[in-house]
């Protein structure tokens, strides 16, 4: 569209309201003060139950699923799924956001400074990452239901386990989602951030299995397992495998990152348990820098001998978290975020990830899924905060796009 002709203000009809932000606040700040790590999320679960029948959401439309149940950390609860028929036409319509939070936001007491809010016991973090993108999304279904205002079909996604492998998104059916054609998930920063590709991850278990021996009197007829594991990080390092990992002109990371191992000095190490990762935005550099852990960890266990010949044995089990994706600029999804974005004043700024995010699942199940930032600051740390200006800007783009009202709008004009 040129700029003579710019689309002015739509009919009272078709225009979306803004929503009670005051409420709005009550809710993330309600939301904040409820525990919920990985694998505990039902307290929050009822929470948003709770709400969404309080103003008027029928029992018959709320769901929750039997992720927990496929996940590797056995949980209290399914992903919770919100079902709307739409009053208007056009493509069904997704907007989600995680329930759990990371261990440091345990006990955590939302305070309200100016326009900020943080924990008010400095030694825990505030979980707004991603309670402020459950308040999003509680909002926006809030303000649909209270006031009956136009949408397409809806569905909403809650979903859990994000924190711990982005599990609830990895399991989640797309039929139970009614396969939605345009998908917004609100995590992380300002609303008008919008991450349209991220990076894949995978995980490694790495068990040493070495040879016990008393280190004093005989530490020549043991096989140190943390001796292996540290010549072959210190391999991993020296080749350029560990850390930053610049290849052929491509980037990846790779991180060793929890060892596990022994119980005395006075005994040679028998067996180290190590947890490693690779990621990568490009599949074939990932998997390459898993081989070379592989490589790297195989060929120290034989360079570790014992005074009779003997060596450990090194057993690696790895799993995709998740595979990178992209979104192309003209994705309905993209252009509807950016119209929203530019429809409440700010302008919209396209980002990658080098982090794993729910929408990287949705994009293997078949649906594109921009993501959004709802405020969340110094996430993961005890400095976190949440700035209440983003957030209500993501309050206001979400029900945009939840009523389709930018699209509207134009095809008005």
């Not at 710019?6 to 409820?34: K, N």
Request: proline letters at 5%; a positive charge; charged letters at 25%.
């Amino acid at each position: 569209m040129t700029a003579s002709r710019r689309p002015t203000a739509a009919p009272s009809t078709t225009t979306a309201p803004a929503p009670d932000l005051r409420r709005a606040r009550r809710t993330v700040l309600d939301l904040l003060a409820i525990p919920g790590v990985s694998g505990e999320e039902q307290a929050v679960t009822a929470y948003v139950q709770q709400t969404l029948r309080a103003a008027g959401c029928p029992a018959t439309a709320i769901r929750s699923d039997r992720a927990h149940e496929k996940t590797p950390l056995r949980g209290t609860c399914g992903n919770l799924i919100v079902t709307l028929p739409g009053t208007i036409k056009g493509p069904r319509r997704l907007l989600m956001a995680h329930m759990d939070t990371v261990p440091v936001c345990r006990g955590a007491k939302p305070v309200v400074r100016g326009r900020y809010v943080a924990s008010a016991d400095p030694t825990t973090g505030l979980g707004g990452d991603d309670r402020a993108g459950v308040g999003v999304v509680l909002t926006t279904a809030v303000e649909i239901l209270r006031r009956k205002l136009p949408h397409p079909p809806l569905t909403l996604l809650f979903a859990i386990q994000e924190e711990v492998g982005l599990h609830g998104a990895r399991f989640v059916k797309a039929a139970d989602l009614g396969r939605p054609r345009l998908a917004f998930n609100f995590d992380g920063g300002a609303v008008e951030k919008l991450t349209i590709g991220a990076t894949g991850g995978e995980r490694l278990d790495i068990v040493i299995e070495g040879i016990a021996s008393h280190a004093g009197v005989a530490p020549e007829k043991g096989v140190s397992a943390i001796a292996i594991a540290s010549l072959a990080i210190a391999a991993l390092v020296e080749g350029g495998w560990h850390g930053l990992v610049e290849k052929g002109g491509k980037r990846g990371t790779s991180n060793v990152g929890v060892i596990q191992a022994g119980d005395a000095t006075n005994v040679v190490a028998e067996r180290a348990v190590l947890r490693a990762e690779a990621r990568g935005h490009d599949p074939a550099l990932r998997r390459r820098i898993v081989k070379e852990i592989e490589k790297a960890f195989q060929a120290a266990a034989k360079r570790v001998r014992s005074s009779d010949g003997r060596s450990g044995t090194v057993t690696i089990t790895g799993r995709l978290d998740y595979e990178a994706f992209r979104l192309a600029e003209d994705e309905p999804c993209v252009r509807a975020a950016r119209d929203a974005v530019r429809a409440i004043g700010l302008e919209p700024r396209p980002d990658v990830s080098n982090g794993g995010l729910d929408a990287n699942w949705m994009a293997a199940h078949g649906i594109p899924t921009v993501t959004l930032g709802c405020g969340q600051m110094n996430i993961h740390t005890t400095a976190e905060q949440l700035d209440l200006t983003a957030y209500e800007n993501a309050c206001r783009a979400a029900l945009l796009l939840a009523t389709a009202a930018t699209e509207q709008t134009a095809a008005s004009v």
